[in-house]
């Protein structure tokens, strides 16, 4: 099988997700992008799931997702889209994001 990737195409998103991460306040490795996707870490909990990691996955059909990780192999849990275009100002995606009231381990040892 012969793939192919526009180059541009993968610079592009790397540097859209890194100007999201930024926007969230994250450092460090914490996405990873290819062609046509992008999966992006998150630092919290969302209530409901306090035992599960977050993440925001992106795709070039639907855009931004917000889903929890499984136990086991399988992919992450979809729990909610971000409306609006593919690619929304990364400004919008981190207001999203602040809105669905994710907590840190700091949080919760301060709730105990």
Do not use: K
């Amino acid at each position: 099988m012969d793939w192919e990737f526009d180059e541009n195409e993968i610079r592009a998103l790397h540097a859209y997700v890194t100007q999201v991460t930024r926007a969230l306040g994250l450092r460090g490795d914490s996405f990873f992008a290819q062609a046509g996707s992008a999966y992006l870490a998150l630092d919290g909990r969302l209530p409901g799931f306090p035992d599960r990691d977050v993440a925001l996955l992106w795709d070039e059909a639907r855009g931004w997702a917000v889903a929890v990780e499984s136990d086991s192999a399988e992919p992450p849990f979809v729990l909610s889209r971000l409306r609006g275009p593919v690619r929304p100002d990364p400004a919008a995606v981190a207001r999203w994001v602040d809105g669905l009231a994710l907590t840190t381990d700091e949080d919760l040892l301060a709730a105990s």
